[in-house]
């Protein structure tokens, strides 16, 4: 079974240019995370979908973050315009039920943003 | 407020020897906690979980950890480590009363030395 795709795995831009991370998750999982891992941190949550519905978008900053999963399956973090603090990891993560707390995540191999 | 600490941010220790990578949280609610692995360039990968039951939880790659309630720590434990279990550590917790966000620690570094 694959696990969770992400690309790319590396992205370096200058800032204030727009830059899109895509997400696929575990076929059949409802719930999609994207986190944001700050160098030497753990990763913190930016937004989490149930199905296409984003349940949880209280830490996505929403004046340049932007996530859509139109179709329930995959997904798209976009960042415009890039600021050079928006220089981390981002992970995506899927559950297979409707993300209750008990729920184990399964994560992508994240994409490396650079913001130069 | 809730929150999770790793008390060591690197752990050095040499191969065979045992190991202890120390979480504790605070929350004044049922919690549900997660210990994961991060090796270099990839993605976190679950080791162990506790949600109820027994407080002595065991993982993969011979890991476990001990649930201690009025300690309110989650330690995570291995024997003997390998070279191979060099990666950065990350404990994890769920509060019941947030569901599907989980709060993670800042990360503990083991490193295994020959």
């Known amino acids: 079974e694959a696990g969770v795709v992400q690309s790319p795995r590396y992205k370096i831009i200058e800032k204030k240019q727009p830059v899109a991370f895509w997400c696929n998750p575990i076929?059949?999982?409802?719930?999609l995370y994207w986190y944001l891992q700050n160098l030497g941190q753990g990763p913190e949550l930016l937004i989490r979908?149930?199905?296409?519905?984003?349940?949880?978008d209280s830490q996505l900053p929403k004046d340049r973050f932007s996530a859509e999963r139109l179709k329930g399956v995959d997904s798209t973090l976009k960042i415009q315009p890039a600021e050079l603090g928006d220089s981390a990891v981002y992970l995506c993560?899927?559950?297979?039920?409707?993300?209750?707390?008990?729920?184990?995540?399964?994560f992508g191999p994240g994409t490396r943003l650079t913001v130069l | 407020a809730q929150s999770v600490t790793q008390l060591d941010s690197q752990v050095p220790v040499f191969e065979e020897a045992p190991v202890e990578l120390r979480c504790n949280y605070s929350?004044?609610?049922?919690?549900?906690l997660f210990w994961y692995v991060q090796y270099p360039n990839q993605g976190l990968q679950l080791l162990l979980k506790?949600?109820?039951?027994?407080?002595l939880v065991k993982g993969i790659n011979g890991f476990e950890a001990e649930f201690n309630k009025s300690q309110t720590s989650f330690h995570l434990r291995k024997p003997s480590v390998h070279i191979s279990d060099t990666a950065e550590y990350f404990c994890?917790?769920?509060?019941?009363?947030?569901?599907?966000?989980?709060?993670f620690g800042d990360g503990t570094t083991l490193t295994v030395k020959p």
């Open positions: 993560a899927s559950s297979l039920g409707a993300g209750g707390p008990e729920e184990q995540q399964f």
């Open positions: 076929s059949g999982h409802n719930t």
């Open positions: 979908y149930e199905n296409e519905e984003a349940v949880d």
């Open positions: 929350s004044s609610v049922s919690v549900y």
């Open positions: 506790y949600l109820s039951g027994s407080t």
């Open positions: 994890a917790v769920s509060f019941n009363t947030n569901a599907g966000k989980s709060t």
